[in-house]
């Protein structure tokens, strides 16, 4: 006994939708607290290195040098990757989420692939 494959499928593209929205709330979330927080650095910082703070890691913006220790440098390093993964993540579940729709309302499968399953990755 199952549910019927069309609502099945349904309950997987909802879920598949309201991933793809929290990566990109996620994603908004990493790149405002990067902007944030360079922002403060910048303000905040000294303008040249200082070896006794190791405050050696250059920050430069908009023309504007200050310095970074190592904990510093590499959050905002996290930061920005955070934020980049998880729009990318976003973005390759949308669409693999509207092929899938595209594909049920045309009544289409996937052709199966050398092991004899659906590739769900073909490209055109």
């Known amino acids: 006994m199952g549910h019927p494959p069309n609502r099945v499928l ?4 909802s879920e598949m939708k309201r991933s793809s929205i929290f990566l990109i709330i996620a994603s908004l979330s990493f790149w405002l607290c990067f902007y944030f927080l360079t922002d ?6 000294p303008e040249s290195p200082d070896e006794s703070t ?6 430069v913006s908009h023309g504007h040098f200050v310095y970074l220790n ?10 920005v990757s955070a934020g ?25 499968s996937r052709a ?3 092991h004899g399953n ?5 490209l055109p």
Request: charged share 35%; with cysteine; aromatic share 16%.
């Open 40 to 45: 403060y650095y910048d303000r905040t910082y």
């Open 118 to 122: 659906g590739d769900d990755f073909k």
């Open 84 to 108: 980049v993964g998880c729009f990318l993540g976003a973005f390759l579940i949308e669409r693999k989420r509207k092929d899938g729709e595209r594909l049920s309302e045309s009544g289409e």
């Open 10 to 13: 349904a309950r997987h593209h």
């Open 70 to 79: 190592a904990k510093e440098h590499y959050l905002l390093f996290f930061l």
């Open 54 to 59: 190791h405050r050696t890691y250059e920050l």
């Open 112 to 114: 199966p692939d050398d």
